[in-house]
């Protein structure tokens, strides 16, 4: 490899955060040469995780605006929020007068939150108009216009999913690269629908990988849901069409659907979920009543790269941003509201099956501005 490459190797597989996915020995290989770069350069990660759930799911709880959900989002999002507040609080330390220099500063923190720099320039811009116009004059001020305007703008995405149940199953197919997050997204969806008593199927149309098939099943065998599986690397849409079929003749309420999030053949992507969609919609017009992007949040700006490929392709109707907990990266979700303004519906911080949650943009700007695990600090 010449040297160009070897950097621009460097570059990409930091763009791709290759590090963070396990090898998979020889076929990780055999598809390096596949169309759809941006998003099949993500290496797959196929072995089934730990999925140990240490709380029942008859004991999830539903979504309320309680201090201890407070909490347990604060928690979640302890690295975005030290790293983030941390370095704002010191732009701003001792500052008795906001000048260019501090601005700039803040505008270092956000970039490095992975705000996006489309994002940070519309936020500073507002509040370097504020401070011309002598409105803001000391850090707090600043903080907190920075935290209203974060409010205002996930405000605009927050959109949780209603599911409807009529006579016909309501149909979600979600959709992501590998190791988004789908399948377990999935089954914490299917557990919060079964703790509803709703009757809920899985499909299993990641039909390329024995493993992703098999990480299903065990879930909806946890979970206690039914689970459609065709035979090893069956056509995604026959199942799906089978799926469909069973899930209108024998009355179920919630169908989830999930796909691959890179093929093994020279078929692109983009054109099975499509394929997909429309074979859901042949049997049922009006589904998939939800599509919903899985999007790891730790892939930071290259997490905006994808959702817009995805949603250029497939029309996507709601987000649910994954991994929030494992990730200093968490500013993404102010970059990915502003510039895409697809709903957030839900968001994931933590691997266990009670470690989703409605995306609640309040909550979500108050525990990324708390300063600690109380929030006597702010008084909204
Ligand atoms: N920390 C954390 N891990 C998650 C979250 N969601 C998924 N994961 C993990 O991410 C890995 C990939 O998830 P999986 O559902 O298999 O992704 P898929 O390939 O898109 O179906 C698994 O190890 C999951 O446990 C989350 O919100 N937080
Ligand atoms: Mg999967």
Redesign the pocket.
Known sequence: MSEEKKKKAGFFSRLFRKDRFEEVGPEASSVSDEVEPQIEDVPE?IEV?E?EPETPVSEIKDEDDSQENLERLQTGLTKTRKGFLKSLDEALLGKREIDEETISRLEEVLVRADVGVKTTYQLLDSVSDRVKRKELDDPDKILLHLKEMVRETLLEVESPLRVGYGSEPFVIMVL??????????IAKIAARQKLANRKVMMVAG?TFRAA?VE?LTIWADRIGCDVIRGKEKADPSSVVFEAMERAIREDYEIVLI?TA?RLHTRIPLMEELKKVSRTIGKKLPGAPHETLL?IDSSMGQNAILQARTFNEAIPVTGLAL?????TAKGGIIIGISNELKIPIRYI????KID?LRDFNARQFAEALFSKDNSLDNFDY
């Open positions: 990660k995780p999925i992501g690269v590998n190791g988004s997050g789908k399948t377990t997204t990641d992703a990480q999930d999030g899985v994954t991994k929030l907990d494992g994931g911080i933590g691997e470690d």
